[in-house]
């Protein structure tokens, strides 16, 4: 399906889930990055992809990850979202 509509933002978050949840996790942020390339206001994909990056122990991306996400997620009224984010930030 992704082969037929690779400019489906759903069916290229469904694939980045998918490659984490099989531990592919550098084709899983290169999948993540292309949703973001395609909407910008996807916040699922940043606070998705920070997840991935902070149990991989690469905090530091993970922090500037979820930094973008915030502004995002503020920008777009995702309150849910933001407070998700920030809260997962500070536990980190």
Known sequence: MLQESPEDIF?????AMELLKEDEIELA???FAKVR????????????EAQMLSQDDRIEEARSLLESGI??????GDDHALGE???YMENL
Request: glycine share 0%.
């Open 29 to 31: 942020q290169k999948a």
């Open 85 to 87: 984010m920030t809260e």
């Open 37 to 48: 390339e395609l909407n910008p206001d996807y916040v699922p994909a940043y606070f998705q």
């Open 11 to 15: 069916l290229n978050y469904a694939y």
């Open 71 to 76: 502004k995002v997620a503020r920008k777009t």
